[in-house]
């Protein structure tokens, strides 16, 4: 059971605890159908809440709301829509505890990374309110003397954001608060998994002061498909930006084509992690942990292939998995836990066949190698390493989004680089070297979008974080983020006398 001290009916605002969509500034339960789905702890499987099962009737209306929003919201001051983004990134920080313990009970992440998020999230909020001050123009020299030519920014329109399960709070504000500062109108859709975080953030941002319609919040599980296909083909929608699977997004992309959505897709990733022989080992374990156990493994540029130089190979998956033993799993409320719970039991599923198939083509399994079962009813795996990694295994190929380290040697730069390219996606990388000279032909020469350098982590608001190949396109944070949800406008003047 719950622990009473770390439930929902401990918040200290009792009132960031919804149980509705939001439409055009109103709660509401889906229009059409009384059904409903269970928002569940992963940790103990205890019902935290029951949501309505939107569908796509009721994303039609949240765009409606989001659509006649935009008329006025457009029309705001940059600097007036700044202010109401710092309103709101203060107020997340001022209920960091309480986001945090909604976070860490829907998702499973510790407390200690739940919290990490809630000020990562604010991040975005206090960057995007400067960024919506810089949006600007040009003017453009003219080879016709009696010509001028300047260029403007305008926002695009109503954005659809679709956002993950595995950080429902800083993917919100990632993609939100771009649009928001853009002076676009939104309409969310959290993941059926993790869905009071969002409603949560929606009612700091009510009390910020963003005008009803401006953000529109739709809950759904099963019903997910039928409300992306609106979201998608509707055609007041002007934007789209989702983070998710490869398949889904290819899906997504296919569905806008009918209206010409600017998209922007975050999607799959297979980041190699590449230590080479000079490497600091401690910097390279650290850096390890970081990169492979933060969220329990379950984030888009999570290492999931491990490269280590001959050299070194077997001291580092000594160090590793010696590290990686005195790593506490439980649930995420718990003190001293660094693991939790995986978000859901398929996580768990494909992670076990992952290691199957790592044992039948001759991988050895150093750590683990299986759930955990001595911690609960959740939905625990033991943090997992595998050493003798070849081309063959799944885990080569698929993301296994779980504490599952596959070790790989390798002999020379060049054998890594083509290795680590070997994949049909490019989201993140990471690469451990003491030889400044390595680190630039290295990150180069991977077919990425970002590249950590003895470090374990990759992002930041102020760095724009996206992918290329089958990991998607467009980027999040950074300068380049706001430009997603804005269009650029040409005016050409006639000055003849």
Excluded at 82 to 96: G, T, V
Excluded at 187 to 203: I, Q, R, Y
Aim: glycine share 10%; hydrophobic share 40%.
């Amino acid at each position: 059971m719950s622990n009473p001290k770390h439930s929902l009916d401990s918040l200290k605002n009792p009132s960031l605890l919804r149980k509705q969509g939001l439409i055009n500034g109103n709660w509401v339960s889906a229009s059409a159908s009384p059904s409903t789905f269970d928002v569940v702890n992963p940790a103990t499987l205890d019902v935290l809440a029951t949501l309505p099962e939107m569908n796509s009737a009721d994303a039609k209306l949240a765009v409606d709301a989001a659509h006649e929003a935009f008329k006025t919201w457009k029309k705001t001051t940059a600097r007036s829509r700044a202010r109401i983004l710092r309103k709101w990134s203060d107020l997340m920080l001022a209920n960091q505890e309480d986001l945090a313990l909604i976070l860490t009970l829907e998702n499973g992440k510790t407390l200690t990374e739940a919290k990490g998020e809630v000020v990562y999230g604010a991040s975005f909020l206090e960057w995007f309110a400067t960024q919506a001050e810089m949006t600007h123009g040009e003017s453009v020299p003219s080879s016709n003397p009696n010509q001028r030519i300047v260029t403007f920014k305008q926002p695009i329109g109503v954005a659809a954001c679709l956002c993950p399960w595995n950080f429902p709070i800083a993917m919100i504000t990632r993609k939100c608060g771009a649009a928001l500062a853009a002076g676009c109108t939104t309409v969310w859709k959290p993941a059926g998994e993790t869905p009071l975080s969002a409603l949560a953030l929606a009612v700091l941002a009510h009390e910020a002061g963003f005008p009803p319609g401006t953000l529109n919040v739709i809950t759904s599980l099963t019903t997910v498909a039928e409300v992306g296909e609106e979201l998608c083909k509707n055609p007041k929608v002007h934007k789209l930006s989702f983070t998710g699977s490869t398949r889904v997004g290819k899906l997504l992309m296919q569905q806008c084509s009918s209206t010409l959505k600017k998209l922007s897709l975050e999607l799959g990733g297979n980041s190699p992690f590449i230590v080479f022989d000079d490497a600091k080992m401690s910097t390279a374990v650290e850096a390890a942990i970081m990169a492979k156990f933060r969220n329990s493994g379950q984030t888009c540029v999570t290492a999931n292939r491990m490269f280590v130089q001959s050299g070194i190979y077997d001291e580092f998956a000594k160090a590793l998995t010696e590290k990686i033993k005195t790593l506490k799993v439980g649930s995420g409320v718990d003190d001293g836990v660094f693991i939790g719970p995986l978000t859901h039991d398929r996580a768990v599923d494909k992670a076990v066949s992952h290691i199957e198939d790592a044992k039948k083509h001759g991988a050895q399994v150093a750590l683990g190698g299986g759930p955990k079962k001595d911690v609960g009813k959740g939905y625990f795996l033991q943090p997992t390493v595998l050493t003798g990694m070849t081309k063959e295994m799944l885990i080569t190929r698929e993301e296994t989004f779980a504490p599952v380290v596959g070790l790989y040697k390798f002999e020379t730069e060049e054998e890594v680089i083509e290795r680590a390219n070997d994949c049909d996606v490019g989201l993140g990388s990471f690469v451990v070297t003491e030889s400044m000279a390595r680190m630039w032909r290295v990150a180069e020469g991977l077919e990425v979008g970002m590249v950590g350098v003895n470090l374990g982590a990759l992002s930041a608001c102020e760095s724009p974080f996206g992918g290329v190949k089958g990991s998607g396109f467009g980027r999040e944070g950074g300068t380049q983020g706001i430009d997603e949800y804005l269009i650029v406008k040409s005016m050409l003047i006639n000055v003849a006398n």
